[in-house]
């Protein structure tokens, strides 16, 4: 079971997709974290991701490799990934990305376990301005739209109230 869970900035997503993960698999989940520690901002939100999700759960992080990061830890009955829209951002710096996404898809499309992703819906704003933004985001909507192709299930978070688009 795939399950996209899509939402804006602050929007409850990690939150609805931790609850996800718990009903499914309890202490079972592995968490990848994309995340990296680049400034004083971004240590505070990865701090405050760590103190919200369970502390029983396996962390593995990974913000590149995405494909390879869902084979680790067997023994987790469920795999919750925060967030995609980070690792694109990264895979997007080191010139990576087409073959990022290729292997990552097709991991994903053979999971055995329960996978549960969290991504910005980052398309419904104004057309950026420069070229890497329009890059950026033109890429989270085609990633959101070939995941959802292969997902059961497509949530819309809005000011913390999920929203089934699928499933």
Known sequence: MIHLVLGGTRSGKSGFAECSAA?????????IATAENRDAEMDVRIEQHRKSRNPEWTTHEASQG???ALTVHPEC???L?????????RSLESDAWLEEKSSFLTALSGSERPVILVSNEVG???????ALTRQFVDEA????QDIA???QKVSLVVAGFPVAVKG
Do not use: E, F, N
């Open 23 to 31: 009903d499914i698999a309890g202490d079972q989940v592995l968490y």
């Open 66 to 68: 995405l494909a390879k």
């Open 77 to 79: 009955a469920c795999v």
């Open 81 to 89: 990934i925060d967030c995609l829209t980070l690792w694109l951002s």
């Open 124 to 130: 419904g704003g104004i057309i950026p301005m420069g």
């Open 141 to 144: 909507g085609y990633l959101h």
């Open 149 to 151: 192709k292969i997902a």
